[in-house]
């Protein structure tokens, strides 16, 4: 297993005032279809290795992917491979128009959200250290109602204008897809990080009070936390730093997913020291709560039948649990409450066989991460909250992709494809 696995020793209990505390080459026509595809498995080479399509938005120059010259411009999401994937819709441009029309692809779609970017130059584009997009900073940006009813021009179709296509050589474009009428779909996993806020949010820490501990404490959001705003049941992932929890002390913080690459700046020693077991603390959170039941077990993972400890789940039994697994300092604050460590084993030992790996899914629990900033100019105890992921049944909704399926890919490690503009 990747993950930083180590024994735990029972400790003397430690009163500290610190720690949780208070206070994307060309392809020939000989290439197997099996062996192509889109997205992070493209080559990563120079942009004109990308499909390029002219100024009506049809395929002109083929240079990945087998669909012929003449081809629209097409959003594709859920790609995987050349017999993967769901057309959305299409895009064609119309003078300065981008023109999206969803009633050209598979099944009945809405968009939440619409996000373009014109370049000259890849560099251009905004991307993150591992070498992904970040769609919500594209310059055209349309991520609310307001903004995407301001361009519509019929109940599936999007026209954003005053775009010079001719002076730009690359392109983005990425929206979200959700059923329309009619339909349903599942929210995704992969499109987490481009709905999260993309500035400071004010956030509070707060005890629970005359109600029983569902967490550690309760994180509460303000509204400039668009999908994570409001209250949530909260854990702390560094022991080493403090933390104000008051229900008046408002913190402007940062918001990351916990499955994206976190700044370096906020991870390692005395940080957030193991973010990558943050799929484990997913998994974690998806299958332990506060009140369930649990076969007790010993270190080494076998049952025990100890009589005199009830099996029944506290949130000091999970937040251990979750320090565990994040960080290498096993000196815990008095403050996380009732906890024993046969209950905790019984945790450690189901997410270290089961948790490798896992993405939320259905009707599955998300994680982000909220550093809140102090007024020293560092930041404090850096907090995870889980909110829930829709599910019905039916066709799904997800992030798409124009040349989604044939594209060229960016440098990192998502689906996210770009295309080059006009013909020589």
Known sequence: MKKRIFTITLLTF?????????DSITFSEEISLESLKAGNDNPKTDPADANYFDLTGNLCIKNFGYQPEGTPLELWMGVGNQDAGTKVGEVTFIGNCVRIDLTRGEGIYDLTAIHMDFVNDYDEFPTNKPGNP???????????????????IAPSVYEICGIALSGYNLGAIHVDAIPGEGSSGVSSVED????????????????????????????????????????????????????????????????????ETLPSEITGSGNIEYPENLDLVNYLLNNFAVGDEVQLMNEDCSSSDASDITKILTSGDIQRAIWYFMDDDMIYSSTIGPWDQKRINAIICDVELNGDGFIPGCDDYIVFIAIPLNNVGGFDQPVICKIPMSCESGIGSGTAWADGKYGIGFLGNQWATYFGIGCD
């Not at 430690?14 to 208070?22: K, P």
């Not at 769609?135 to 361009?151: I, P, R, T, W």
């Open 192 to 259: 987490f990080e481009n709905l999260l806020p993309e500035g400071l949010v004010t956030m509070r820490v707060e005890d629970y009070v005359n109600e029983p501990n569902l967490s550690y404490f309760k994180l509460n959001i303000g509204e400039n936390g668009g999908i994570i705003a409001g209250e949530c049941e909260a854990w702390c992932i560094d022991p080493d730093r403090s933390i104000t929890r008051s229900s008046t002390y408002n913190y402007s913080a940062n918001i990351y997913s916990s499955y």
């Open 14 to 22: 430690i009163v500290l005032f610190t720690g949780c505390n208070e």
């Open 134 to 152: 970040k769609a919500g900073h594209f310059e055209y940006n349309y991520d609310s109602s307001e903004k995407l009813n301001s361009v519509r």
